[in-house]
């Protein structure tokens, strides 16, 4: 089975334009060859006609006056037209020149009078000739008879047909690039609403639409229902499961906080191990089920909602509300970001993936936090970094699979840095921990490039 049809279209083309040309050359000569023999036939008949009206009367007798037909080839030693008389009588033969000393061996056969019979027999250098005969008699009832034969050679006519055929090549070739003219254009005709929803779909994977509808053409426009409708289907069935998760982690609260309850009171009557064992088991759901929501809320690369989104707005919109709590008063939020710079997240998505990084920045800065970000050919980098404590090189790789806390001081599940790993690697990008230049952690987010801005601003 071909997977192309492409292929299949130029496949069948190319086929077309060698066989149809090929198989009507081969008619052309079939009918060309049965033409020309049917003509050579008519005019060996009418020089048989032409042969007989060489017998005259004189002197009461029938005498043969051989005449010379209008011909020239028949004077021409070997030139593949002959004429032959013999005189059943007295069995004298007159030969054309053309025979020069060859004679033509007539078949042993009995020929009615007046009859034309047609033969195949061995002429001159054994060439194959068609042979017309005709029995001529003396009178009505007359005994003495002549027999008249006049002969072509086939590779005359096989030359008649080959010349047709030579000059008539380039119109079977013509026909054949004819052909190959006609498959393209039929193929780009039935590749054209092909090649319109493949742009239709990339348009749907950029974001720059939301669904195929109105977009293909009506040769397509029930693919593109069905396709529209299941991406309403993934929609539904993505926003019911964070709907359910959100419902899961809702209905945990409580019982987890009554356990804290209880906790507080095994403890004040001197169970304190048994309290301990129940508080790190409900800290240990409480994460799970932070966790668990958190990715339940990812919304990933779902086809048609996905559309590029400046980064400056989301990036300033952010460090603003951060700026204005309490505890980050006396930050300085150095933010060169370039306003060409875009990225193809879901909104809420990228909200997310920013706020849970600059927030843990937040935590742990001491004066400045510092973010940018670098378009390559390749990719798009933004940059978030600060000037605190930032994590030693062998606890990096637990702060992204464990969301580990390391001040339990401070507000929070330690969970920033894992679902922002999670976030960018559902869209194909990666999240890297590193010393930063202020001396604290630097996150470098990158991400696949989709036609950012030329402008890059690169790290003081």
């Known amino acids: 089975m ?48 032409f042969m007989t009206r060489g017998l005259k009367l004189e002197n009461g007798e029938v005498v043969l006056v051989p005449k010379t037909l209008p011909d020239p080839r ?7 037209l002959y004429w032959q008389i013999v005189d059943d009588k007295t069995q004298k033969i007159v030969r054309s020149g053309s025979l020069v000393t060859f004679t ?3 078949p042993d056969d009995i020929l009615p009078l007046n009859t034309i019979h047609h033969h195949e027999i061995k002429g001159p250098d054994d060439a194959d000739l068609l042979l017309l005969e ?36 380039p119109v079977f070739i013509l026909l054949g690039f004819g052909l190959l003219i006609l498959t393209f254009v039929q193929g780009s005709m039935l590749m054209g609403p092909l090649n319109q929803a493949s742009r239709a779909l990339a ?28 991406l309403d289907a993934g ?16 209905s945990l609260r409580t019982p987890l906080a009554v356990l804290l309850a209880r906790a507080d009171e095994i403890e004040a009557v001197g169970q304190v191990s048994a309290a301990t064992t129940i508080r790190d088991i409900v800290t240990g759901l409480e994460h799970r089920a932070t966790r668990d929501l ?54 809420s998505d990228l909200t997310e993936l920013i706020g849970s990084l600059l927030d843990n920045a937040r935590k ?19 940059l978030i970094e600060d000037d605190g404590p930032g994590i030693e090189p062998h606890q990096r790789r637990m702060a992204l699979s464990r969301g580990q806390k390391f001040d339990a001081n401070l507000n929070g599940t330690g969970l920033g840095l894992t679902i922002a790993q999670e976030i960018v690697q559902a869209y194909g990008g990666s999240l890297d921990l590193s010393d930063g230049l202020l001396g604290g952690l630097r996150v470098t987010l990158e991400l696949p490039h989709t036609n950012f801005g030329a402008g890059q601003t690169q790290l003081a």
Do not use: Y
């Open 235 to 250: 929609e539904r069935q993505a926003r019911e499961a964070r709907e359910r998760a959100a419902d899961l982690a809702h």
């Open 74 to 80: 028949f004077e021409e030693p070997l030139s593949g």
């Open 2 to 49: 071909v997977n192309s049809l492409r292929f299949g279209l130029w496949a069948v083309g190319i086929a077309s334009a060698i066989i149809l040309p090929l198989i009507s050359a081969l008619g052309f000569r079939t009918a060309f060859e049965h033409h020309v023999q049917q003509s050579s036939i008519a005019e060996l008949e009418a020089d048989l006609r």
């Open 203 to 230: 348009l749907v994977r950029a974001g720059r639409q939301q669904r195929l509808t109105d977009m293909v053409p009506n040769e397509l426009e029930r693919f593109a229902r069905d396709f529209d409708e299941l």
């Open 364 to 382: 742990w800065a001491k004066s400045r936090i510092k973010i940018a970000t670098i378009s390559d050919q390749i990719s798009l980098r933004i």
């Open 294 to 347: 958190a990715r339940a809320n990812i919304h990933g690369p779902i086809l048609g909602r996905i559309v590029e989104v400046s980064l400056a707005p989301i990036i300033h919109q952010i460090t603003n509300a951060l700026a204005r709590t309490s505890t980050t008063e006396n930050l300085t939020w150095d933010v060169q970001v370039d306003p060409d710079h875009k990225v193809r997240l879901d909104q």
């Open 134 to 169: 005709r029995r001529i008699p003396e009178g009505a009832k007359g005994k003495h008879s002549w027999r008249f034969a006049v002969a072509i050679d086939r590779g005359v006519l096989r030359g008649q047909v080959d010349a047709i055929m030579l000059d008539t090549t």
């Open 104 to 106: 033509m061996a007539l």
